[in-house]
Each structure stands twice: as C-alpha cells, then as structure tokens.
C-alpha cells in the first residue's frame, strides 16, 4: 500500500503545444515534486480524507507559487492535483473524491 501521494507540477499547456510528437512522453516527469504524508491518516474516515484533501490542495499551491496571476494558480493548481490523482492507487482517488462531493455538496447548501 502506497503511505503517500506525490505531487507532480503542472505549469501550463504550452508544453503539450510545443512537443506534439512526444505525447506518449510523461511531461511532467522532470518537474518539481511535492511528497505528501497520508500514511497517519485512515482514508476510511470521512475528517482523515477532508484532511487529505487539504494537504494535497496545499502541496499543489505551493507548486504553483510563481503563477502570474491568481487565475494562473488556481488553473495550476487544479491541473496538478487532476493529474496526481491519475498517478495515485484507486483507494487515494476514492476517498479524494468521497472527499471533494461532500465539500461542494456543502458549499451548494450554504447559497
């Protein structure tokens, strides 16, 4: 079982734009990671994956740092924690998503 998650940076898509030919290439594989320590948590529990949620979300953020502008972050940002999850074994993404659905289920509640 995998005790963390890493996260990989996503700069922007100017990279798949300039290397067509090279789409079976991971792009993100030379770029700055971010280990996050999940193996204190108990992704059964719903707080230990809000928990989660939020020290991913964090480690993506402070991947993407140097974005110019608060949009640019926040695409960096969204991309980086969508393609670490692609990376992460099954039982990550579900309790990640368990995670996410009953936050935006809350925030749609609050309105």
Do not use: W
Request: proline share 4%; net charge positive.
């Amino acid at each position: 079982m995998i005790r963390s998650v890493l996260i990989a940076v996503v700069v922007g898509c100017g990279f798949f734009a300039a290397a067509p030919a090279q789409a079976s290439v991971d792009p993100y594989k030379d770029r700055p990671t971010v280990t996050v320590k999940i193996d204190d948590l108990d992704l059964a529990n719903v707080r230990d994956q809000e928990i989660m949620v939020r020290r991913v979300e964090r480690a993506a953020r402070r991947i993407c740092i140097d974005g110019a502008t608060r949009r640019e972050r926040r695409a960096c940002t969204a991309e980086t924690v969508a393609y670490t999850l692609n990376l992460a074994p099954s039982h990550v993404r579900h309790a990640f998503a368990a995670a996410n659905d009953r936050r935006e289920s809350f925030v749609l509640t609050q309105k």
